[in-house]
């Protein structure tokens, strides 16, 4: 089993930038696949950045540019640098985990509000 905490998110105003932590539990972090995903009310999560087991990262063409996703196997941290914010990257930023074919783990979500 595997607990994803996430943290950073907050208020910021348009054009400032925001760094969101995952910290994960257990020791398989560097064999997770690793992605930000993030929604608003009344629509579908949405994939933001992905990074892969040996680094590769992929982003929503809404934020290339923009945001860079890292990760830290060695303190078990997943990352997501937010620069250039605008007005409609304001949604609730998940963590998300993946191990193998079936498993799948969910942080509980972090605020981010950018004010025009």
């Known amino acids: 089993q595997v607990q994803l905490v996430e943290s950073g998110g907050g208020l910021v105003q348009a054009g400032g930038s925001l760094r969101l932590s995952c910290a994960a539990s257990g020791n398989i972090f560097r064999l997770l696949s690793m992605r930000w995903y993030r929604q608003t009310p009344g629509k579908q999560r949405e994939l933001v950045a992905s990074?892969?087991?040996?680094?590769?990262?992929d982003y929503a063409d809404s934020v290339k540019g923009r945001f860079t996703i890292s990760r830290d196997n060695a303190l078990n941290t997943l990352y997501l640098q937010m620069n250039s914010l605008k007005a409609e990257d304001t949604a609730v930023y998940y963590c998300?985990?993946?191990?193998?074919?079936?498993?799948?783990?969910w942080g509980q979500g972090t605020q981010v509000t950018v004010s025009s």
């Open positions: 998300y985990a993946g191990f193998g074919p079936s498993r799948q783990y």
């Open positions: 990074i892969s087991i040996t680094d590769s990262t």
